[in-house]
């Protein structure tokens, strides 16, 4: 009976720590679902720039940071440092942004959004590959 227990019990472990586990790593497939909520999340940061919905504008913020922020660990995972750090320039912008909206300057938000956007060209320049049906992760 206590063995049964045991055995019980360290099955859940391996269950949960694989929960965690795939919380923690991005395959391939929730790397580009992540992309292109990035891409939709953009265009309503633009939206509330344009609208000057301050409050707003933090909580799409907030959700690009922490997408960057997993793709920043899937290329560290990866050992690909120069695609982090694309990574890392787009939560750096994403500071400049953050800082534009507590000061309410909308044209300092602007700017701040084309230097995302720079970051997401200088990545997808080298690591991005268009294919038939649709893009890649270049091999
Ligand atoms: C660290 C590198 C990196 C950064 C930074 C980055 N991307 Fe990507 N992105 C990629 C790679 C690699 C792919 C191709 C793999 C894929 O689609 O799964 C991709 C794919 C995409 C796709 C999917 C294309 C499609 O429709 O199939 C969209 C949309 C996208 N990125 C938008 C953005 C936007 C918007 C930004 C900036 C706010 C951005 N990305 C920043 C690396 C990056």
């Not at 269950?15 to 990035?38: F, G, L, P, R």
């Not at 409050?55 to 899937?74: C, N």
């Not at 800082?99 to 995302?116: C, N, Y």
């Amino acid at each position: 009976m206590i063995r049964l227990l045991l055995a019980g019990f360290v099955g859940l472990i391996v269950v949960s720590t694989s929960i965690v586990a795939s919380q923690d790593a991005m395959t391939e497939e929730d790397y580009d679902a992540a992309m292109k909520e990035i891409r939709f999340t953009v265009s309503d940061i633009q939206g509330h720039i344009d609208a000057r919905y301050w409050p707003e504008l933090d909580t799409a913020v907030g959700r690009l940071q922490s997408y960057f922020t997993q793709v920043e660990a899937f290329w560290t995972a990866r050992g690909t440092a120069a695609a982090a750090g694309f990574a890392q320039d787009a939560l750096a912008a994403l500071e400049e942004v953050t800082a534009a909206s507590a000061a309410e300057d909308q044209p300092a938000a602007r700017d701040a959004v084309k230097t995302l956007q720079a970051s997401c060209g200088a990545c997808h320049m080298e690591f991005r590959e268009e294919t038939p049906d649709g893009f890649r992760i270049k091999p």
